[in-house]
Every structure is written in C-alpha cells, then in structure tokens.
C-alpha cells in the first residue's frame, strides 16, 4: 500500500518529543495514525507509555512538538469529542454501583447511557448492575470500566493497559472488541505489553528516537 492509498488520518503527530524530571521520555515523534487501525504503544516500565497517551487526550501539557486530531463532526475542545480515553486505573468510585458509575461517565464524557445494561451483560456482567464497584474484584472492575467499549459513538479510543487484570476469556473479548471497532472504521490505540496478532501498528518507546513500525510496511 502506497501513501496514496492511505485514509486520511485521525491523528498526526508531527516532531512530539517529551521529557519527565529531566528525563527524555521520547523525542521527534512523527507518525499518522487513520480509521481501522490498531496502535499499540510498547516499551518498558518507565518507558512513557502512559504520557504519551494523556499527551494524546490533552491531560499533560508539557510536551513540544503537535498533536492534530481530525475527527469527522468533532469540533469542540479541539476535536476531542470523539475519544474515549481509559486511563491505567478502572477510575470507578467505590461508593457507587457498576451502573451508576457508567451512568455518570456516560453524562460527563456524552454517551448513551440507555445502552449500559446490554454493554455490562457483554462484559460478563448481567445480574452486577446494582452491585457497589467497592464490592468487586480487580478483573470485575476493569470490565465494568471497558463496558463503555461496548457503547456507540466515539470513534477513537486510547486504551492504558485494557488487558490489565481480565482473565483470558477477558482478553479474547476485548481483543475481539479492538478488531470490530477498527474494522468498523474506528481507531484504536492503546498500550500494553500484550501483543495482538495481525496487522497491528506499533510505536516502541525507550530509545530516545522512537521507532514507529508500521504492520505491512517492508522493514
Ligand atoms: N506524576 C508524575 N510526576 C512526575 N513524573 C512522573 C509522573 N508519572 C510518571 N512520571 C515519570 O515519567 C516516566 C514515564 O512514566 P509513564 O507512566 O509514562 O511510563 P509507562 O511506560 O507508562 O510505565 P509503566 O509500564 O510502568 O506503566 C516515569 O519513569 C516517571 O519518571
């Protein structure tokens, strides 16, 4: 496939280069990324994995370089109505039932809430909806967060370890989840150091200069 053949990209990153207490994260970070694909961040512990993503979303500023969004009907906020972000953390308060914890990210980030009972029943949740997060275990509470992965209308979702404590049924599921939103014209990215099979994109971070392989591309 030739440039020309591309879609036109989601996101471009043009020359982002980031460093932490003095440290360099990463530096000169140019990749475009478009509907139907899956990024997959890498690198060791430390590496930046989880900055690079929040400087993706817009929750850490202090980077130099671009990061254009151009999402079809996203206008606001600089084009980022169209992402779902989940961070590290399930980010659910314990105090709350799975439901009503969906229910108030569904109004705060404009989701459709009336489809959160069908989206916990696809996470193998059916019959939790009413139970308090505080009474759940990590893997029941990572699956209540990805739920919302089971929700229409946000074509970009950016993924900070998705396969974190979810046991294999778990991870054959959400992989399955990552390959239909793509091949339904979504993009995914998200980082892990779970590999997915196939035709993903990767960005490595830890050398300074990160190295950016794209799947299908002649080495
Ligand atoms: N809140 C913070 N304040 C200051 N420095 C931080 C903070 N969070 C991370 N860092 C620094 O940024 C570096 C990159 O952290 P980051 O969480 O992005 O790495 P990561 O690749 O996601 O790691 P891991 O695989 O362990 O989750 C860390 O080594 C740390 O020095």
């Known amino acids: 496939m030739t440039a020309a053949?591309?879609?036109?990209p989601l996101l471009t990153l043009d020359a982002l280069?980031?460093?932490?207490?003095?440290?360099?994260?990463?530096?000169?970070?140019?990749?475009?990324?478009?509907?139907?694909e899956i990024w997959q961040v890498a690198g060791a512990n430390g590496a930046?994995?989880?900055t690079l993503l929040r400087v993706l979303v817009g929750l850490h500023g202090f980077y130099e370089g671009e990061v254009r969004w151009q999402l079809p009907g996203c206008h606001h906020r600089q084009g980022r109505d169209g992402l779902l972000y989940l961070g590290h953390r399930p980010g659910l308060r314990d105090e709350l039932t799975a439901l009503e914890n969906l229910r108030a990210l569904c109004a705060i980030h404009q989701q459709d809430a009336t489809l959160l009972p069908a989206a916990l029943a696809a996470v193998g949740l059916r019959g939790f909806e009413d139970a308090l997060v505080g009474s759940l275990s990590a893997g029941q509470k990572r699956r209540v967060a990805l739920a919302r992965l089971w929700l229409p209308g946000k074509p970009v979702w950016v993924l900070d370890e998705p396969f974190t404590a979810i046991d294999l049924d778990?991870?054959?599921?959400?992989?399955?989840q990552l390959r239909a939103h793509a091949a339904a014209?979504?993009?995914v990215i998200y980082t892990s150091h779970h590999r997915l099979a196939g035709d993903i994109h990767q960005v490595h971070l830890g050398a300074a200069r990160p190295q950016v392989l794209r799947a299908g591309a002649a080495a």
Do not use: I, Y
Not at 5 to 8: A, G, H, N
Not at 21 to 36: I, K, V, W
């Open 17 to 36: 280069s980031c460093e932490r207490d003095d440290r360099l994260l990463f530096s000169q970070l140019s990749l475009t990324a478009s509907a139907g």
């Open 48 to 50: 930046g994995k989880t």
């Open 185 to 187: 014209g979504g993009l």
């Open 170 to 176: 778990g991870v054959a599921l959400l992989e399955q």
């Open 5 to 8: 053949d591309l879609p036109p």
